[in-house]
């Protein structure tokens, strides 16, 4: 199975800091990567695909780079309602696995 | 607009059955796969299995957690999803969520609201 790891698992921030959570593989995953937004007792939310492609609605301050085993996930200038748990997913190979989620929290 | 309803969950004994349900609406269901996905109270996203299209034979994909204990099916002219669970464990206590992709390496773009199973004695 691959394993993704996140980094870092706990991040304490400020309204329009800007921010980087890092996924990494424990084998390639070509740019099979998504990453999604949850918060407190709702659904995830799809972000980012194919590692780097925006799902439409998502405001443009969330960017996503990376193939292969390193993918990083940018929120440029943080907003009140980007305060959430973020997860990395790899769809490159079964079982489809996660990465064990990022808290975001407010400074 | 695209929706998703679970519905079925509750309280069950270990070593029970379940099955819950999933509604679809708002766009073709034929032309997804569908996956289920749990969450444990305070933990991170599982995938649990999928099943593909028709012209896929409807074939199917499991977690090795619950592989030879839950089944996925689904029903195209209803538009629904089902995850019949048995041999039910403490473990399997989340909260099931289902999700469509279009396939193979793609991405979940809507998901359920989810239902809870709680197992218990």
């Known amino acids: 199975d691959i394993q993704l790891t996140q980094s870092p698992s706990f991040l304490s921030a400020s309204v329009g800091d800007g921010v980087t959570i890092t996924c990494r593989a424990s084998?390639?995953?070509?740019?099979?990567l998504a990453w999604y937004q949850q918060k407190a007792g709702k659904a995830p939310k799809l972000l980012i695909y194919a590692a780097s492609t925006l799902q439409s609605g998502v405001p443009s301050r969330f960017s996503g780079s990376g193939s292969g085993t390193e993918f990083t996930l940018t929120i440029s200038s943080l907003q009140p309602e980007d305060f959430a748990t973020y997860y990395c997913q790899q769809l490159n190979s079964y079982p489809i696995t996660f990465g064990q989620g990022t808290r975001l929290e407010i400074k | 607009e695209v929706q998703l309803v679970e519905s079925g969950g509750g309280l069950v004994q270990p070593g029970g059955s379940l099955r819950l349900s999933c509604a679809a609406s708002?766009?073709?269901?034929?032309?997804?796969?569908m996956d289920w996905v749990r969450q444990a109270p305070g933990k991170g996203l599982e995938w649990v299995g999928r099943i593909r299209r028709k012209v896929n034979s409807y074939s199917t994909e499991y977690a090795a957690s619950v592989k030879g204990r839950f089944t996925i099916s689904r029903d195209d002219s209803e538009k629904s999803l089902f995850l019949q669970m048995n041999s039910l464990k403490t473990e399997d206590t989340a909260v099931y969520y289902c999700a469509r992709s279009y396939g193979d390496f793609t991405f979940w773009d809507h998901w359920g609201q989810g239902t809870l199973v709680t197992v218990s004695s």
């Open positions: 084998q390639g995953v070509r740019s099979y």
């Open positions: 708002g766009f073709t269901f034929t032309d997804h796969y």
